[in-house]
Each structure stands twice: as C-alpha cells, then as structure tokens.
C-alpha cells in the first residue's frame, strides 16, 4: 500500500517541484487541481479532465453534505466511485463555503450552524463533522475546518478568527482516522498580518499535518497583497509538505505563487470561464462570442492537445456559445482546463531547468 | 468515388433491412437518426455520437441558415467539417421547421418568406433556396422542400397543399446539383387520405429521387392513423430506395413503422427526454429524477454498453440531474442514444433471422 508521502524533487530559488504520492496514485507539484464541487467538474466527463493532464480534484464537502448528502455517498461506495474518478480528491472543509454560500449562519466554539442554500434546512459543520464527512467521503487530502478570515479584518478581528481556527485544526487533527494514503492539510490564516500568520503556523505545525494550506488569500485582497503575504508565510511551513494556496488563481496568480514556493493550487476560473465563453490562450484571454470570430476557421490554438483545438474552429465554438449548446461549455471547458494543466507542466519544465518563470500569461 | 445507392439485404413480410451507400459511409437501415438541429446533437462530442452506433445524423436547413448560416458553414468547409462529423448527414429542408417556428410567414407558390425566430430578419425559403442551402453545408442527403400537411386537413386542404408540394417536389429536384455520393430525397403527402398519398406519390416517382419520406405523419394524428396510413403509403414507394418517416418516434412506432416496410426515422425523443431526465430501457421508461433512485447502486441497464451504464449508478444519474449538473444531460443522452441505436441493431437482427418484431419496449 502507497503511503502518503512528499519528495521535493527540485528547487530553483523558491520555486518547487515534487511529487505528492498517495492511495490514489500520484500528484505532480506544482499542480492545479479543477474543481468538481457537487460531485463532477462541470460540463466534463472524467475521463476528459484526466486527458487534460490533471492529476487531483477538488470536491466540496458543503455541497455535497447538502446534495446528496454525506452517508449516502459512503453508502455508495465513496465519492471516487460516485464519480469514477479513481485518481486523488482533495476535499474542502466547508469552512469558506458556509460562510460564503450558506444562511442563518451562527458560528461558536462548537462550530457553526446554518440553513442550508437549496431547502433551509438546518446544519451543523464542526471540525469534528466535517473531518467526518470527508472520511465518509473517502477524500484522498482532507482539510481541516477553519474560519476563513474575510477581508478587511483588524488585526484583532484576524487574531481571534485565527486563534479559533487554530483550535479547530487541533480538534480536526483529533478526529481524523489517517488510514494508509490518505493525508491531511492543515490551513493557516491570519489575513494580511504576519505576526498572525506565523503564530498560525506555530500552531498548526505541532499537529504534524501531512501538508500546509495557505487560506483567507484571494478573498478581495487584490494580487499585491496576496504576494506580499506570500513572500514570507510559505516560508512559515515545513519545506518537506505540500503547500496548497486555496481558491487561486489567474495564470498570473499562479506563477507569482509558485515562485514565492507554493506547490498545489485549486480555483473555478477556467471551468466557469469556459462556460461563459472565456478561453485562454498563451496570446492572452479570447471572448469567444466575440463577432471577429464568426468567420475564423483557425482553432483556438494550434498546439493545444485539447479536444477543442484538435477538431474545431473558433468559428464553430462561437458559433456554439452564441446560441448556448452544451457542446459549447464541454469545449471550451475542455480547453481552458488543458491549458491550466499545460501552464503547470510547463511551470514544473522551468524549475526542473533552473529557469526563471519569466514566460507571459 | 462511392456511388449513391441502396442494397436491399433482408425481408421478412414489409420490413427491410438494407445499406445505403454515399459518400460518407454506410447506414445500415433500418436506421435512425440522432438530431443535430443547430450543428450539434445536444450535449454530445460527435466521437460520442460515434460511439453509440449511429451511422448517420440529421441537421437542420431552418435553424442553421438563420445561425450561423449557410454561406459561413460553406465557406468553413461545409457542415461534415464544422461540426467534425464526417459520416453522413441529412438535413431537413426547413419546409416543416418554417410552419413551426417562425413568425409572419407567407406561404406562395415561390415559397415562404418569414421573420427568424430569433431577430426576426426576413428571410426567403423555395425549393430552391433550400436546395442551395443544403448544397452549401454539403448535405449527404437533402431533402426536397415541402409544405407539410397540418393535422388535421380537409381533403380539399389536403389536396391542395400535397399538389403544391408536388410542384416544389419538382423545382427542388431540378435545383438539385448532383455530386458522387450524394443523394436526394423526395416528400410525399396527403395526410390520412390514401388516394392522395397514391397521387403525391405518383407525382414524385416520376421525378427519381434517390429516396422517398412520408411527410405530414406525427403531426398530432396519432398512433393508430399513422399506422393506417403507413398500412399502404410505403407500398407506394419504389422497393429498391430507402424509406423515410420524418419525426419519428417511440420505440414502438418505429418498431410499428418497420414493421410496416419503413427504413429510416428521426427523432427528438432520444436527447430531449436525456436531457429531461428521463431514459429508456427495456423495461420501460425510468424518470431519474424520482427519489426512488437516490440510493439505488445499480446502472439504468446491466447490459448497455453506454458511457453511463459502465461508470455510473442510477444515484449518481439522480443527483447530477436533480442538481442541474451538465453532465446529467450529456450521460442520460447517451444512455438514450446507445438505447435508440440497440433497438434499431435488434430490429435489423430479427429481420435477417426471418422474425417477427414482438419484442415490447
């Protein structure tokens, strides 16, 4: 049985590679896992995503506690095979998503209470239940539970939402059964503060997770901010872990990252984009409904490996997008998550070369 | 060059089986037909449409002359290319899209001018426009340009509006440019009356279309006198061509059509019921939405080769299409698809093996 382990493979100034070895095979680091939050990337077929290069997904442990619900997708055997996906699924806690997404809500020590978005329906989510549900899950990385700092905080307001964090990361790490394969992440918060953010860190270390998530980035901050901070809380971590930047980012977002040691990245900009008819290329972003494509046979790029690319014109794809045909968000979908996944092989290309991510997206 | 042709294989009292021969491949009849009204079969790759067995796809003249239109689709390469389907294609001549989806139509001898449902742009639809728009996407198989017979008809409405279509039977064929491989099919009418369908078809066998349907059936008239007329219209057409029914239908009118000596359909229910949430299988139809399948493990059928029969659970079909997920649409219409596309293999083995089509589905 594969344990769940990290080899750093190589390092250029503070850029990363690695490998991230787990029950449900391997992640190539840095990587950029899409998001499938109720139990499907959208608009793709797994097997799609998988040809796009991606190594890992991410799930949402509100949504799918919501619909269908946490047991029944034990009951069926776990989220892998609800899905068919069999390669690694990180889960979120539900921590930002309740906040973001949820009514009523009422945070306490205990953890917080809400009305569900879909029926009212009431809910709790605590470190322990949520640890639960992702179990229940069978989630390859499970997170723990925290509260995602809003900004702008004070820095009083960001030390007491830190320090509940830190004790529900405590609780978290209590109430997950490691089973061979499977790991953890912890997440640190402390908003824009790094005095906090290294008291967070201090923390969440002594609980020896099997890898660190940097959270309460890419919350309104804006890019300037997020690099600022991320100039010194990645070296807050262990550089034997996974350091995972949570809900980033644009191409741009990314590669400020992993040149400040960020390994694992997850966000809904290129499914959501695709859907709305936002490709992007190595030229820079395309609007597909764009009427300066109604003509072009050209494909979106010529040495994108993308099903989209391969067989079809910006023509069609506008063509599609403009009377809204699903084939259209299943292409565009198909292209975007390719070229995240090229963007990090390439990435990954540069350290492994000792070159500086100086290339343009 | 493959000639347009079509090899009478089997009989078995009326019903058929036979290959068509063209340009772009084979189509083994009885054959049916998934449609790709607007340049796609919905929520489908073509490489999926591919898979289920469908040797053959319908387009539509209406809805793509208006969007994107003919000239652009001509000067991309023509419809097989644009929308990377490179086996053969049929398209409606619009005739029966025009009475029902557009605005301030004026039926003439010339034609139809109408207002696009869409922009409400006034455009022009005769038998020779419409040839020249299938012409142009490179239609396998165009259709003459018909007035189809609304249900229900006076004699005297009836008469008049198959001898219009008999006239724009002729002009369509003498517009019709003929290329290797390439074939046109005539449309007969007449609604429920048998001479007239015996007079619409004596005036468009003298014309030698490569093929003849049988317009104006599944127009509101029901099962039973569509039977009735299918009991004698197909007898009126030539031995040797294919035979189309336009719009249909159920498993059992097809199954009841075939058994009727009809060769070729065309019909909506498959994608649209997918994309409804409801499927087909040989024990009948299953509406995915009912909670009755939120904990059911089993596939939609055991022996269905489709992508959502092999991967999936009737819960996980459940809650993607209870949650509005895309990839409920693309799964249950495959399942669809494939069903369609089985039945049609089964109805073609009994012919050959001399059976009788008493199998209920």
């Known amino acids: 049985m594969q344990k769940f382990s990290f080899d750093l493979l190589h390092q250029h100034k503070k850029s990363r590679t690695g490998i991230l070895y787990t029950r449900h095979g391997q992640i190539r680091t840095p990587a950029f896992m899409p998001v499938g939050t109720r139990g499907t990337v959208k608009a793709m077929l797994p097997e799609s995503v998988d040809s796009t290069g991606a190594d890992i997904i991410l799930g949402n442990t509100y949504h799918l506690m919501l619909q269908p619900g946490a047991e029944r997708i034990a009951n069926l055997g776990g989220l892998h095979k609800f899905m068919n996906w069999p390669k690694p699924i990180l889960t979120d806690s ?11 809500r009422k945070i306490s020590e205990e953890g917080v209470t809400f009305s569900s978005h879909i029926d009212g329906s009431k809910h709790l989510l605590s470190p322990e239940r949520s640890t639960e549900i992702q179990y229940q899950l069978g989630s390859t990385i499970t997170m723990a539970f925290d509260e995602c700092t809003s900004y702008p905080a004070t820095f009083e307001q960001a030390k007491s939402s830190m320090e509940l964090t830190s004790r529900w990361g405590t609780r978290s790490r209590k109430a997950f059964i490691n089973r061979e394969g499977y790991g953890q992440f912890g997440i640190i918060q402390g908003s ?4 906090l953010r290294a008291l967070s860190a201090t923390n969440l270390l002594e609980l020896d997770f099997e890898g ?21 809380a990645p070296a807050l971590l262990p550089i034997n872990k996974p350091r995972y930047l949570m809900g980033v980012g ?3 977002d990314i590669i400020g990252a992993v040149t400040r040691g960020v390994d694992m990245f997850d966000c809904v900009i290129p499914t959501r984009s695709g859907r709305n008819g936002q490709a992007f290329t190595k030229y820079g972003t395309v609007n597909i409904r764009n009427s300066q494509f109604k003509d072009d046979a050209e494909p979106l790029e010529y040495d994108c490996p993308c099903a989209a690319c391969k067989n079809y014109s910006k023509a069609y ?3 599609l ?3 809204g045909e699903i084939l259209g968000s299943i292409l565009m979908t198909w292209h975007n998550l390719t070229y995240y996944q090229e963007l990090m092989a390439r990435i990954r290309n540069y350290i492994e070369d000792g070159k500086d991510l100086d290339f343009l997206y």
């Open 317 to 319: 794809l506008h063509h």
């Open 321 to 323: 997008v403009k009377v």
């Open 192 to 195: 824009i503060y790094p005095e």
């Open 212 to 232: 660190y998530a940097i959270g309460g980035l890419a919350v309104g901050e804006g890019q300037k901010l997020m690099f600022e901070t991320l100039d010194y």
């Open 94 to 104: 539900g921590g930002f998503q309740v906040m973001s997404l949820s009514k009523l």
């Open 250 to 252: 644009k191409p741009a």
